[in-house]
């Protein structure tokens, strides 16, 4: 089944005392989000309900600090506010 209608919010986040950058894609569609996360030439990919719980999914392989420091992060109200703004 092809996932179509659904909404995307691409981010690029850069994090004091981390060298790469990190990139953010998440999708929202009826029935579930989907999110990518991106970090040097690591990619990890989260299922959840809302783009909250799939974004906590695909960061939980690179480890409780690393997701609490990217969900913390100033940049993360600019992307919130894209997904709010999508009916997320």
Same mark, same amino acid.
């Given at each position: 089944?092809?996932?179509?209608?659904?909404?995307?919010?691409?981010?690029?986040?850069?994090?004091?005392?981390?060298?790469?950058?990190?990139?953010?894609?998440?999708?929202?569609?009826?029935?579930?989000?989907?999110?990518?996360?991106?970090?040097?030439?690591?990619? +990890?990919?989260?299922?959840? !309900?809302? #783009?909250?719980?799939?974004?906590? $999914?695909? @960061?939980?392989?690179? /480890?409780?600090?690393?997701? +609490?420091?990217?969900?913390? !992060?100033? #940049?993360?109200?600019?992307?919130? $506010?894209? @997904?709010?703004?999508? /009916?997320?």
């Amino acid at each position: 089944m092809a996932m179509n209608n659904g909404h995307w919010v691409d981010f690029e986040l850069t994090l004091t005392g981390l060298s790469q950058r990190v990139q953010v894609r998440i999708g929202s569609f009826p029935e579930r989000s989907v999110a990518s996360v991106d970090v040097g030439t690591t990619r +990890t990919n989260g299922i959840g !309900a809302t #783009a909250r719980e799939a974004l906590v $999914a695909a @960061l939980a392989p690179l /480890g409780y600090r690393m997701t +609490t420091t990217i969900m913390a !992060a100033p #940049a993360m109200f600019g992307a919130s $506010a894209q @997904l709010l703004a999508i /009916g997320e």
